[in-house]
Structures are given as C-alpha cells and as structure tokens.
C-alpha cells in the first residue's frame, strides 16, 4: 500500500463550515484511488486538516481530484466552501487543486490540479475529458439571454438566487447589501419624504434628506455647485470624465461667434480653437429620445452642446451651453454674461443630461454591462486550468449577482431608474441600442481613448493621469503572465477555447458589429496582451472611476438631477428662482435619486482591492511572483496619489488602487 497525504483547506467565510460528510477521489496517470470518506464530524470555516488516502500502488502523476458531500442521517444538509486541497504523494511530489467555490449538492465535482494547461496542451484522455465535462456543464449554467434587442446579452437567470452558487454574494455582501438598503429607504419614510410628491419650496430643505450622510465633497459640491469652475471641473474629474475633447472646429449646429464670447487676454474664440485650448461636449447621443413621464407629468431631457476654455492660468471655464441640437430662434446660445439665472438653468439642464450620459453610457453600458459579457463568456468558454481564466477569474467577482439586481431594482419596470429618471422607460432602451452603436475598442482603451480626445494637454485631469498610470502598470502585469504560457503567435491560434471566447465576446457583447473594432478573434499575443488589459481595466479601474463618486457628486440633487419637469427656456430673460425649483425634480423623486447613489456608492466590508489575490488560482512561481510584482506597482501608485492630493483643493481618490474593487461588484 503507498500513502497520499491530503490537506483540504476550507474557505474562512461565513457559512463555509459543513456537518456533512465529504469524500475525495484522486485520479492519477495510471490509475485512480477509492472514493474515501475524510473521517470527520465538522469541517469547520477556516480550518486546515490533513487526511491520507491509502491505494494499492502509486497514481502516476495526479492530474484531478473528484469531491462531494454526503448528508449524515438527521444533520441539515449545507454547503461547503473549500478554497484548496494540496496532496503529496508517496514519490513527494507536492500537487495544489485550487478551488475557491461552493459546493452544496450532492453531485461528484472534478478539480484540475493548479498547473494552467492550454487545450494544445493536453497529454492524456483523462485530462481532455474532465475538460470537456466541465465546458459543458458550464455552457449550461451560464446561457445568454437577449435582455433587449440592440443591446449586449445578459446571463440567463430567474433573478439573483437562481445565478450558480459560485458567483453570487457572499453572506457578508448580501447582508450589508440589503441593511444599507433597507436604513436608508426607512430613514427617509420616517422623515415623510418617500411619498411627498411637492415641490422644493427652498434649497435649503434638500439638507434635510441625508443629513449624516454627507461627504467632506459632497458638502464641497453644495457649497459651490453654482460656480462655473467646478461645472467645468466635473467633466475632467467627476464621475463621467469620459465624454470631453478637444475642439479645432466648431461643429455646424453650434454657431458660436468670436463675438458672442469672452476670452480674457484680448484672445479670441477663433484663436483660441487654432491653439487647442477649447473643449467641446456634445450629449448628441440624447438627440431625438423621448423623455420619461413620472407621477403623470411629462419630464424633458435635452441634448446640449457645451464649450469650455482653457484659461492662461490652466483653469477651463463654461464659455457657452446650447441645450438642444438644432440651431433656432427658440434654441439661444447660453453665456456666462447671461442673467443668474438663465445661466444656472442652462447648466442644470447640461447637468441632467450628464446623469444620463453617465449612468447609461459611462456606467451601465461600458463597465457593468460589458463586464458581465467578458464575465459569462469567459464562464462559458475557458476552464478553470487555462491561463486566461486564472487571469481574469478575480475581475468577475460578483458582477453577475449586481447585475441581476439592477436589472430588477433599477433598470426594470419597477426600478428606481425606470420610475424617477427623465430617461427611464422607453428610452432606457433606446438610448443603450444609439450608445452601443457607437462604441469603439480604442475607446475602451484609455491610452487610446486619450489620444482620440486629444486630451494630453488639458491640466489637472487627474482621471486621465491616474488612469494612465493604472492601464501601464495592469498592462505589464498581463503582459508578463500571457508571454509565459504563450511564446508564439501560433499558440495563440492554435488555442481553440481562446477563440471561442473572443467570438463569444464580439457576437453577445458587441452584436457583431464590425465597426466596433472589437477583435473576432486573436492572431498574435499583442492582441491578446492588448484585449485581456482592456477587460481588467473595465472591470475594476473605469467602474470605480464612474461609480465610485456618484454620492460626492449626486449627494447634492441640484447637482445632478436625475429628471427636471419643465422644458428649457426658449428664450432668455424668462428664468428666476422660482422657475428654477419648479423645473428641479419633487422631493419624493429627489429622496429615491439620492438614496440610491449613497447605496451604490457604499464599499463593502469584503471588499477586494485591486492587485489583492485572496484565491490563489496560480500555482507556478513565474505567475504568483507576478502578482507580487503588480501588487507592489499599485502600492507605489497609491502613495504617490496620496501625497498629490494633499495639495489638492478637490482630491481625486477615485482610482487610488487602494480603493479600486478589483471587480464590479456594486
């Protein structure tokens, strides 16, 4: 007889712990051992034990384990989290399975050993057909779904407890999730906001809604919301930093005038277009959408143009706002020398456009959405020993679960987005079908991205900066682990399971369409160097970088507000501030708005920052060195962001790797 010996390390999570009793198989080169029982009562969260597997001669080389857990007579029957079983054998090799899932039924689950293996690199019929096992249980469990035509595809679920226990929440996260949602909604029903369906008769009485929950910014935005500095601020540091360019030319429906403006320094517009130092955004993709009609009144969402200057002291300032795309006598072009209050309202409306260029664009379409497709096809389409999947594994976590509850809480016919957003309803829909139309690959890029704003001169876009500095860091830490199991071009193509899920990607995700630039399949290892930093960085750095601020910006409504229920002026001198609360949002519509960017906007007690591995999925030296290696960039990164920010009047944290979740998880 020759002894394996067996050490199962169990998940430290609540409800790892299991009563029922678990059984392993070892199945090796040359032979496989019995099902044995692993003779305990309790496996307790947290717990390292060891067992030995006895067989009649040596395995051969392990190439997986077989587990599963069996109810003991009148005990509950539960679940079980182990994170890893590591064996010796009896010739002292040393062999890892990692793990890292649920398993709460009573089915036989395989588990390859850690070394990443590409199909190609396949030696025994064994290995091969756990592989396809595996692959085809999983193309079960994780089906697409057309959620709505024109837009990319969702997992098929029956809703968040139907989503294999493997990607849902954790007790933790599931826990906090509902409190926090649930204090806040009975916080505000106490204060008698919920159904109040009156207008703000002040200011002032918006104070009232969150009270402790304000941030040192979000006070900062209330105090300061009118100025036209931090109007234009928010377009390079705010939450959707990603719509602002460079402007050499006017576009034709936006007749600006040298005269109609004033630039300081006796300059002029036209000049001042030659040097680069005027910005244009332009909500076009709003054009033409029908607004939403909430609590029987029809709400309006415009489609404006917006020009900033660079000023000499490099500060950039709103110099004219047009609120529709059609020039016209009953469409003026806004100024700064305006009245107080025709300014102000014209840069409300530009505002309100900015909560649905954000929220639909910038951060349900371009991270959540796209993320939960690189998520399900990377499920559907890569094992659990292939490299890529060991990659990209981490950067999926729970964005399946959030997803499934914005879908319902949110985005459905009973959401909060659907009932009290001017875009909510039918041009939900609509708006993502215009946006996903016109997404590129280099604007998922932002080295690219940058590049085609022509945006590496405008000072003090500290998005632009950190972000930079993220995508090289993340980009030479993929780097490194795709040139070690890939060495050639011909690797990559000859790896059939890499190009099933770049298809899957090109056809679900971005509805085969070519002008996308999305690659339909990889060639060479720059490509998939190029494609696999841009999923990471989607995942974690862009999502943080749009969601994370959502309460410093939004805390305060007349920042951000999420409708306006009067149309824009048609002409100027027609504005005051009696207009100006008649046009913001009602209280009970202002109190669901804010309650919800405060939810999003809460981190969660379990969560993981980027360049932290609490799964070990790698087992080779080269790759775990690498995280090391990556992890420490981060960690020189974050210092350098908290020493700039000391001297700044509004710090940009929002992609300190420190809080960067390393997956879209909220």
Known sequence: MVDYEVTVYTGDRVNATTLNGVHIKLVGTDAESERTWLRTLVIFRGSVSTYTVSCPNSLGQLVLIELDKRQFFLLPDDAWFPDQVEIKSPEQDRYIFPIHCWISDRETHRFREGKALRIFDESNSLGQYAREQELSQRSTDYDWDLYYPGVPYTIKADGPLSLPDEVQFS?????????????GLAELQLKGLVD????????????????NKDTPLSDYIQEHWKEDGLFAYQFLNGVNPTL?????????????????????????????????NIYLCDYKNLDGMPANTIQGMQQYLMAPLVLLHKRPDDKLMPIAIQLKQTPAEDNPIFLPTDSTYDWLTAKIFVRSADFTEHQLNAHLLRTHLLAEVFAVSLLRNLPMVHPLYKLLIPHTRYTLQINELARKQLIGPTGVFTLFAASGGEALTMILAKLLSSITFRSLCIPDDIVDRDLHGVPNFYYRDDGLHLWNIMFKYVQGVIQYYYKSDDEIQQDSELQTWIRDIFEHGFLSQPQTGIPQSFTTVPELIKFAT??????????????????DYGGWMPNTPATLQRPPPTEKGTTSEATMLATLPPINVTVQGMATVWLLSRQ????????????????????????IDFKAELDMLSIAIGNRNQGLEIPYTYLDPKKVENSVAI
Request: net charge negative; glycine share 4%.
């Open 244 to 276: 602002i360019r460079c402007c050499k030319t006017l576009p034709k429906n936006f007749p600006v005038t040298d005269d109609m403006v004033f630039i300081p320094d006796g300059s002029s517009l036209s000049k001042e277009l030659k040097e680069g």
């Open 534 to 551: 841009m999923v990471m960085f989607t995942s974690s750095c862009q999502h943080a970088a749009v969601n994370s601020g959502q309460y």
């Open 604 to 627: 969660s007690s379990d969560f993981v920052p980027l360049g932290h591995y609490p799964e070990a999925h790698y087992t080779e030296e080269t790759p775990r060195q690498l995280q």
């Open 171 to 183: 007790f933790t996260k599931t826990t906090e999730f509902a409190f926090t949602a649930a204090t």
């Open 196 to 211: 109040n369906k009156e207008n703000w008769q002040n200011l002032d009485n918006i104070n009232y809604v969150f009270r």
